[in-house]
């Protein structure tokens, strides 16, 4: 299936300039530069070491071309395909040398971006049938952000907002430094105009009450336990969207789900998910031996 909403070069190319400048430097690939003389054809199948969801394929290939624009790359598989151990999902020809160097880049940015989608699926997999949204939150990784949030929709979740300009969520500290939860709305509404999602965060029964009574456009029940969640839910009813947050696992976010609330977001998912385990595997060919190249003294 197709992953919602293009992720375009413009949104990764600067990314991909940092992370070869922070490789390479002024320097380049000593160790490949000193083994290999170019050109040394080579081809190389990346892998997935793990069953996984796959995410990146396309600023991986763009790491390989930035590096070397002979390299050619096909994707067996597409983003948001589900693989197995083992399983090819790219083949990579050019120069070897060029291979080695691009490897290491392509592969964080590819293993980063499909562990995220991994961790994702898992969770959608966990309420599958409930109706509920798995959403990602801002607690992403600095720089990276539209990678991650990307990897979430390949995962089957959806984004919750991009950054602090694109909705008003007011939160906990915002109220402490206002004092009142319906001058807040007010004040945000006068601000932003329509269109602009207005989302609240609530802690208490007695709390949402009073975020129904702003009409705010959703409410996020922050850290509630189930019993309380559950009647938060059935008195916002049709009202509002709801929103729930805050200590939800894996081991935990079926029983949130069938509380009946909309949507359900997971910091783990882009803060702490664990890199999917991809491999390049470089298979020496044509004239290519893949041993070192000794200058000759003559």
């Not at 990764?12 to 170019?38: C, H, K, M, P, Q």
């Not at 070491?49 to 790491?63: I, M, N, P, S, T």
């Not at 609240?200 to 456009?217: G, H, I, K, N, Y």
């Not at 977001?265 to 803060?271: D, K, Q, R």
Request: proline share 4%.
């Amino acid at each position: 299936m197709p992953v919602p909403g293009v992720l375009k070069l413009s949104e990764y190319a600067e990314i991909v300039e940092r992370a070869l400048a922070e490789d390479l430097a002024d320097g380049g690939d000593i160790t490949s530069n000193a083994l290999l003389e170019d050109p040394v054809p080579a081809r190389a199948r990346v892998v997935s070491r793990q069953e996984g969801v796959v995410a990146g394929l396309d600023v991986a290939a763009y790491v390989f071309e930035r590096v070397d624009s002979g390299i050619t790359v096909e994707k067996v598989v597409e983003d948001g395909d589900r693989v197995q151990p083992g399983e090819l999902l790219a083949v990579v020809a050019g120069s070897a040398r060029s291979l080695l160097t691009a490897e290491r880049t392509a592969l964080n940015l590819l293993g980063r971006m499909s562990g995220v989608a991994t961790a994702t699926a898992r969770y959608v997999d966990a309420v599958a049938g409930t109706g509920v949204k798995i959403s990602d939150t801002r607690k992403t990784m600095p720089g990276l952000r539209v990678l991650d949030k990307y990897a979430v929709r390949a995962g089957g979740g959806v984004n919750h907002r991009f950054g602090l300009y694109d909705a008003v969520m007011i939160k906990d500290n915002h109220l402490a430094a206002v004092g009142d939860l319906s001058r807040s709305v007010a004040a945000a509404k006068s601000k932003v105009g329509p269109g602009t999602m207005i989302l609240v965060e609530v802690e208490s029964l007695s709390q949402l009450e009073e975020a129904l009574e702003t009409r705010a456009d959703r409410v996020l029940f922050d850290n509630m336990d189930l019993e309380t969640l559950a009647r938060a839910v059935e008195i916002a009813g049709e009202r509002v969207e709801t929103e729930a947050s805050g200590g939800v696992t894996l081991e935990n976010v079926r029983q949130v789900a069938e509380t009946g609330v909309d949507i359900i977001s997971v910091g783990w998912i882009t803060h702490s998910a664990p890199q999917l385990d991809i491999a390049m595997e470089v298979e020496p060919s044509g004239s290519g031996t893949g041993e070192p190249s000794v200058p000759s003294e003559s």
